[in-house]
């Protein structure tokens, strides 16, 4: 049973950081993994996303300010946030993807295992 669990979420001034982690369990191992965000009254949107390779890709939202990365030795998902602004508000899911394919990017397709979520809110 894969299991994911998210942390580091919390309450953050605008221009602040936060670091995201995901620990995963119950897998030899995954195709990619992604962190997706949802905020109140809107779609769960994909954030950033990490093959196994180390390929990544972000939205365009984020690009610059987040940083998607992995320790496989911890089985750890990461989401670095820099410059954190108010339309970052969101619950933060990350997703792992364990069949290969040629998947589209930073969609929901594939991602069958999830996390709890962490709520990120960004104030003025």
């Known amino acids: 049973q894969v299991q994911l669990v998210e942390s580091g979420g919390g309450s953050v001034q605008s221009g602040g950081s936060l670091r995201l982690s995901c620990a995963a369990s119950?897998?030899?191992?995954?195709?990619?993994m992604v962190w997706f965000r949802q905020a109140p009254g809107k779609e769960r949107v994909g954030v950033a996303e990490?093959?196994?390779?180390?390929?990544?890709s972000y939205a365009d939202s984020v690009k610059g300010r987040f940083t998607i990365s992995q320790d496989n030795r911890k089985n750890t998902l990461y989401l670095q946030m820099n410059s954190l602004e108010l339309q970052d508000t969101a619950m933060y899911y990350c997703?792992?993807?364990?069949?290969?394919?040629?998947?589209?990017?930073?969609?929901?397709?594939?991602?069958?295992?999830w996390g709890q979520g962490t709520q990120v809110t960004v104030s003025s």
């Open positions: 997703a792992a993807r364990i069949i290969p394919g040629d998947w589209p990017l930073l969609t929901r397709a594939g991602y069958n295992y």
């Open positions: 990490i093959s196994t390779d180390g390929r990544t």
């Open positions: 119950g897998y030899s191992s995954t195709y990619s």
